[in-house]
């Protein structure tokens, strides 16, 4: 576990410790959240005897990259639903998806919505043959286990106060409040707009997983920068002048947000004095190649992303 310390001025004025949990290298192949959430999935999926993992997402889903990865290296074959029509070339996540080996099928906006529903699903299975389900995002009740041992792993390292994630589905703060059993401050941080239906599904997640809802947690709808994966100059400076200052690079749709949320409250005096607040890089780092692909006439600096 790598905990690197921010030194920004508007923490240090506060005497206030602020930690960089970097989840993004703590798997290889599968950093950050999207190993944790699948970890328990896949052990799940090979114990009920299925061979095919099956699930949602996006054209450029950190999700469908992680359980196309997750496949080869565990031996599942793998089917992505991907929302939206077919494109030629294949942009760079769907391209890396298809060599690790992930049928691609696509589903039109209409159909994609009905993602949850149990009739359609079962016409789904009954096209691609038995296969084990993960929603999109990978957010369900056997995530939240997965999640849950970062915060056992934090606490053999360090006390802290305030645990910040990047919230998309809900299911790493479900994870994460899981994990913390009702001790301390959780802080997640939406990034998508109308996020206000989160907490719905957070506390859902944990009820289902834990039998339980917590209240230690605080969700910021605030901060989505016009939504998700879309294109804001005021984020992309945040992101080149975080790297510049602390050589870490953060991806556009999850942890820039997380950051610059976390900076802004700083100024806002939301973080008690003296304490410990540790945000979790989740990685997501693929997603700048489909940032890139989509938004490169609209600035002058992009990352090299390995």
């Not at 690197?4 to 599968?30: F, G, M, S, V, Y």
Request: hydrophobic share 40%; glycine share 10%; net charge positive.
């Amino acid at each position: 576990m790598i905990l690197q310390p921010i030194a920004a001025p508007e923490a240090t004025r506060r005497n206030i410790r602020l930690l960089l949990l970097r989840d993004d290298l703590a798997h290889p192949k599968l950093p950050g959240n999207k190993w944790r959430k699948l970890k328990y999935n896949l052990m799940a999926a090979r114990q009920a005897g299925h061979h095919t993992l099956l699930t949602f997402g996006g054209s450029f889903s950190n999700h469908i990259a992680a359980v196309a990865a997750a496949g080869r290296l565990h031996n599942f074959r793998t089917i992505g639903l991907i929302r939206g029509e077919e494109t030629q070339p294949l942009n760079p996540t769907l391209a890396r998806a298809t060599a690790d080996g992930m049928q691609l099928r696509y589903l039109n906006r209409t159909s994609y919505r009905r993602k949850q529903d149990p009739a359609f699903l079962a016409e789904l299975l009954h096209e691609t043959g038995p296969a084990y389900l993960i929603p999109e995002g990978g957010s369900n009740a056997l995530a939240l286990p997965g999640c849950a041992e970062l915060v056992t792993e934090l606490a053999a390292a360090t006390s802290f106060d305030y645990l910040c994630v990047a919230c998309g589905t809900g299911g790493t703060l479900a994870g994460l409040l899981a994990g913390m059993a009702g001790q301390g401050q959780a802080v997640g941080v939406a990034t998508l707009k109308g996020g206000e239906f989160l907490r719905t599904d957070i506390n859902q997640l944990t009820q289902t997983a834990t039998g339980r809802t917590y209240l230690n947690y605080d969700l910021r709808t605030d901060y989505h920068l016009g939504g998700y994966a879309h294109f804001s100059p005021e984020l992309l400076r945040f992101i080149q002048e975080f790297e510049a200052t602390y050589g870490i690079l953060l991806d556009p749709i999850y942890t820039g947000k997380l950051l610059y949320a976390i900076f802004d409250l700083l100024r806002q005096d939301y973080f008690a004095p003296n304490s410990t607040v540790i945000a979790v890089h989740t990685g997501g780092l693929q997603g700048w190649t489909g940032f890139q692909q989509r938004f490169g006439n609209r600035s002058a600096w992009w990352p090299t992303v390995v």
